[in-house]
């Protein structure tokens, strides 16, 4: 691994979450030696001690970046870990990245109604984005009953709590293709059975 800069943290951070190593490391979280004594050479400011910690039920803020991390590393089986812990203990942005999880089959099965369930909960807990989703999913019947009229007044009120994202599917006459890539066209297709 190389360091460009000493004066820009932010490289050196990114350089060394980008290494190898790096992902590697987090499988090896919780495989420490413990005896009657205690626990020897704990981890402590690493990724695997806070992965630890919050395995026995200690959480951190930093536990929302680690998920992040990991989810992309591919380390989906940790990440959906990380923020199902975070998410039921009321972590809002947790909540956003559980729907994206159970949408797309990440460490788990594809879950449209598990993902609906944890944008409704976003939304519940006060977040655009949770809103500008699940209105997303009512107007696609997503994972939830198609209804038009809801799925409209829920991205009204996403946009009027400012997200951006709602705010252009409006002013694009709730054209879902403008805020959905080609890629994922297969999956809003309306099934005929």
């Not at 951070?13 to 090896?28: E, K, M, N, R």
């Not at 944008?119 to 696609?140: C, K, P, Q, T, W």
């Amino acid at each position: 691994m190389r360091i460009y800069s000493l004066a820009v943290p932010g490289i050196v951070i990114l350089s060394a979450l980008a290494s190898p190593a790096f992902a590697q490391t987090v499988g090896q979280c919780g495989k420490h030696k413990s005896n009657a004594y205690g626990t020897h050479n704990p981890e402590e400011l690493t990724i695997c001690g806070h992965i630890d910690r919050m395995r026995q039920g200690e959480a951190h803020p930093v536990l929302g970046f680690i998920g992040y991390i990991e989810s992309k590393a591919g380390n989906h089986d940790t990440a959906r870990e990380i923020f199902s812990t975070l998410a039921d203990a009321g972590n809002v942005p947790a909540m956003s990245w559980m729907a994206w999880m159970e949408d797309n089959g990440l460490g788990g099965p594809e879950d449209a109604a598990a993902a609906a369930e944890w944008d409704r909960r976003s939304m519940e807990a006060g977040s655009s984005v949770g809103a500008f989703n699940y209105g997303l999913d009512i107007l696609r019947g997503r994972g939830v009953t198609h209804d038009e009229e809801l799925g409209r007044r829920i991205i009204q009120r996403a946009a009027e709590q400012g997200d951006q994202s709602a705010q252009h599917l409006i002013e694009n006459d709730f054209d879902l293709d403008s805020v959905t890539p080609d890629a994922d066209e297969w999956k809003y297709e309306k099934k005929l059975f």
